[in-house]
């Protein structure tokens, strides 16, 4: 963590004793996401930062985790009453699950259900990553607070527009991972649509969240659904073989850890 810091923090050198301080609240809990014992060691690790930490008992649950393992964390996480609100008299609690959200509507509807029985709906947050990044985070002031661009940015004078995501790396040892998923639902369904809403967007009535969503929504809405004999003339998938990336050979998909040497998952989409 401090390598990171001194390669990644804003203000470097890194204050010494500002370090000190934050690193004596860092630790790791090792458990099985199915086993109650897990929950009740990481209770009472937490339980001694509000004692040495002065946390007050105020919890983020951050579960960037496969979605199969939401449910058994929400219940464990309740079972164990680490799920407090302040409304019911308590400090609060709240839980960032980050995508994938399911892996189809009728998974997302389940999950938002599970979300619901051990949390209320205004702890539970659904986090795409990919939003974070700073150039994404420019968009909307890119878009509506620079007089250059924002009376042209219509279809009067634009043709088109085309979103390109290109990566230089493979899987990176996530293949147990990508193989469940395929690019079009790691990607596609989720950072590049949040793209597509975020550049076709009318301007928001305040730059508060509900608005900023309502006008990201009402792009989405207006996006023609495809028919599969659609999907057949108007997509391409593939996969990527083995190759050179800045002169250095790199494997093929199929030749990645944890992948079938038979696979079809598609590493790569146009639409």
Known sequence: MREACDKFARTRPV????????????????????????????????????????????????????????????????????????????????????????????????????????????????????????????????????????????RQYIDHVQFTVAETVGVEKRGNYFETAGIARDIVQNHMLQLVSLVGMEPPVAYEPDAVRDEKVKVLRAIHPMTPEAVLENTVRGQYGPGTINGQPVPGYREEPGIAPDSLTETYVAI
Not at 35 to 48: G, S, V
Not at 109 to 130: C, G, P, S
């Open 15 to 154: 204050d010494e004793a500002v370090w000190e301080n934050f690193a004596k609240g860092l630790f790791y809990v090792r458990g099985d996401f199915n086993e109650p014992e897990a929950y009740l060691k990481l209770n009472q690790r937490l339980q001694e930062c509000d004692k040495t930490r002065g946390t007050g008992g105020r919890r983020i649950y951050y579960l960037a985790v496969p979605p199969n393992f939401f449910p058994v964390i929400s219940e464990f996480l309740g079972a164990e009453k680490m799920v407090t609100d302040p409304e019911r008299g308590g400090p609060f609690t709240r839980v960032i699950i980050e995508k994938p959200f399911g892996h189809d509507l009728a998974s997302a509807k389940e999950l938002n259900r599970v979300a619901v029985t051990t949390f209320r709906e205004r702890q539970v947050f659904r986090i795409d990553h990919y939003l974070g990044k700073e150039t994404v985070q420019n968009l909307l002031v890119l878009r509506f607070a620079n007089g250059i661009f924002e009376p042209f940015w219509n």
